[in-house]
């Protein structure tokens, strides 16, 4: 029992490696903005089916991103120096990643195609200016989030 609670440690601690990780924030950031564009103002309708579909097209992006970076971190133990066998695996991880958040971008665009709710959308913003002035604040602090160095010390 001991085993399989530490276990989730480990998880954890994995998710905040990836949290590290440059393109993850970026991945995340945008999840949390389409997904709070989606839930508080109610501007678009979601089946059940489509918030299944975005669900996991986010979380297969996440994945590929983490997976992704355990075989960067795992090539650097392995092959400290330039090789070409070791920039074609980091090449390869990195195509997944992109493949995975092309697919969802497509995804995304299916499902969210609905020009009325983005008209709301721009009414919204044209007619509550300190909300537009929020969401100008909210992207500056996304940005500080994702190009934020930090420390690199794994």
Known sequence: MLAFIRSFRYAFRGLALCLRERN??????????????????NWFTLSRAEWAALILTTVLVLAAEAFNTAI????????PDIHPLA????????GAVLLCSVGALAVGLV????????????DYFTQNLLSL??????????????????????
């Open 24 to 41: 993850f924030r970026f991945h995340i950031t945008l999840a949390l903005f389409m997904y709070g564009f989606l839930v508080v103002p």
């Open 72 to 79: 960067e971190a795992t090539i650097d133990l392995c092959s």
């Open 133 to 154: 002035a929020a969401l100008v604040l909210a992207l500056a602090c996304a940005c500080v989030f994702i190009f934020w160095q930090g420390r690199k010390k794994l």
């Open 87 to 94: 920039a074609k695996a980091k090449d390869l991880g990195a």
């Open 111 to 122: 499902i969210l195609w609905q020009p009325e709710a983005f008209a709301a959308m721009f």
